[in-house]
């Protein structure tokens, strides 16, 4: 049993802590009553009541400036804005692919807000990325840095290399060679 008495333990450096707890409750309270059989916008307006209720302001389809060396270049229309500060883009797909990881990061990079959420309500599951930029800034710039594995990354999480079909269909064609004797 705990004692009431006893501090919460907190995160040492955890940014925007409270904020962060009741998005993710949101995210599990939207996601237990709709799972995902419902497109993004529908999730959208669910999460933006839920949020609210939990207290929190809420803005949806704000048009943000992305800047590049300091100048604004364009805008990005996010699905939902908390509290002025957290980002939050929604997806309701079969699963999160590589490629909306990174087109994210770009847009939290873009911007001048330090914490965003990639949710996808998918009908396996849901599935939460938190990333902050700074942490996001290093991981960038390691993926940046080596071209080659990014694409070997990407081909494993897609497929085959060319390579292994290649060897494969060598070794079927050599198998189907030796069993026919």
Same mark, same amino acid.
Request: glycine share 8%; charged share 30%; hydrophobic share 40%.
């Given at each position: 049993?705990?004692?009431?008495? =006893?501090? &919460?333990?907190?995160?040492?450096?955890?940014?925007?802590?409270?904020?962060? +707890?009741?998005? /993710? !409750? #949101?995210?599990?309270?939207?996601?237990?009553?709709?799972?995902?059989?419902?497109?993004?916008?529908?999730?959208?307006?669910?999460?933006?009541?839920?949020?609210?209720?939990?207290?929190?302001?809420?803005?949806?389809?704000?048009?943000?400036?992305?800047?590049?060396?300091?100048?604004?270049?364009?805008?990005?229309?996010?699905?939902?804005?908390?509290?002025?500060?957290?980002?939050?883009?929604? =997806?309701? &797909?079969?699963?999160?692919?590589?490629?909306?990881?990174?087109?994210?990061? +770009?847009?939290? /990079? !873009? #911007?001048?807000?330090?914490?965003?959420?990639?949710?996808?309500?998918?009908?396996?599951?849901?599935?939460?990325?938190?990333?902050?930029?700074?942490?996001?800034?290093?991981?960038?710039?390691?993926?940046?840095?080596?071209?080659?594995?990014?694409?070997?990354?990407?081909?494993?999480?897609?497929?085959?290399?060319?390579?292994?079909?290649?060897?494969?269909?060598?070794?079927?064609?050599?198998?189907?060679? &030796?069993?026919?004797?």
């Amino acid at each position: 049993m705990m004692n009431a008495d =006893k501090p &919460k333990k907190l995160v040492r450096d955890f940014l925007y802590e409270r904020e962060s +707890y009741e998005i /993710r !409750g #949101s995210f599990f309270a939207v996601w237990t009553e709709f799972r995902g059989v419902f497109k993004e916008k529908v999730i959208e307006r669910a999460l933006r009541v839920e949020l609210k209720s939990r207290g929190l302001v809420v803005e949806t389809q704000k048009r943000i400036p992305i800047f590049y060396r300091g100048e604004s270049v364009g805008v990005y229309v996010h699905d939902i804005l908390v509290e002025e500060k957290i980002l939050i883009e929604l =997806k309701a &797909k079969q699963f999160l692919t590589l490629e909306d990881k990174k087109q994210f990061w +770009y847009y939290l /990079r !873009g #911007s001048h807000y330090k914490l965003g959420f990639l949710v996808n309500f998918g009908q396996k599951g849901l599935e939460i990325y938190r990333k902050v930029y700074d942490s996001v800034r290093n991981e960038h710039r390691a993926i940046s840095g080596d071209q080659r594995s990014d694409q070997r990354l990407s081909s494993a999480i897609n497929g085959f290399t060319i390579l292994e079909v290649l060897v494969v269909i060598g070794l079927t064609m050599f198998l189907m060679g &030796k069993c026919s004797i």
